[in-house]
């Protein structure tokens, strides 16, 4: 899943300015909806891309996933300029978030949902001018 996200933005990105690290085993293994998932991370990656492009400058993006007895952890970063102060405001609001101009500021907002739709939390962990670090939690025993 994690490979298919990264190949399709590095098709978009074309040559040299964005760089992928992907730190995920193999044989890791999360119980969620397939679809779901890759349209979060999707969108995680796409905006990291976009706010590092968008500098003009290379960056990097990080993908890392693992485990842990009480569920499955998956973090995004990227080394872009960070996130505004409006969009930090209402990062998970619909139409509120965006910070790229034509953008609707739904794409957040959908990723969060989707999230809670498996009880779990997607959380911004950090941003700032050394760049955005997102981190997605997903339990292993559902809410009943």
Same mark, same amino acid.
């Given at each position: 899943?994690?490979?298919? /996200?990264?190949?399709?933005? @590095? ?19 999360? $119980? ?8 979060? %991370? ?6 990291? $891309?976009?706010?590092?492009?968008? *500098? ?34 209402? %990062?998970? !609001?619909?139409? !509120? &978030?965006? *910070?790229? $101009?034509?953008? *609707? ?9 989707? /999230? $809670?739709?498996?009880? &779990?939390?997607?959380? %911004?962990? @950090?941003?700032? @001018?050394?760049? *955005? ?12």
């Amino acid at each position: 899943l994690v490979a298919d /996200v990264v190949e399709s933005e @590095k098709v978009a990105v074309g040559e040299g300015s964005v760089e992928f690290l992907v730190d995920v085993a193999p044989s890791l293994a999360i $119980r969620a909806d397939h679809e779901q998932l890759h349209r979060v %991370l999707t969108n995680l990656v796409r905006n990291a $891309r976009q706010a590092i492009e968008a *500098t003009r400058r290379p960056g990097t993006i990080e993908l890392a996933g693992g485990e842990t007895e009480e569920g499955w952890w998956i973090r995004i970063g990227d080394s872009g300029p960070g996130l505004p102060e409006r969009a930090r405001e209402h %990062l998970y !609001q619909p139409f !509120q &978030g965006g *910070t790229r $101009r034509g953008g *609707t500021g739904l794409g957040l907002a959908i990723a969060a949902e989707l /999230v $809670r739709g498996h009880v &779990g939390v997607l959380e %911004l962990l @950090k941003t700032g @001018k050394d760049g *955005t670090e997102f981190m997605i939690r997903l339990p292993r025993a559902l809410a009943a």
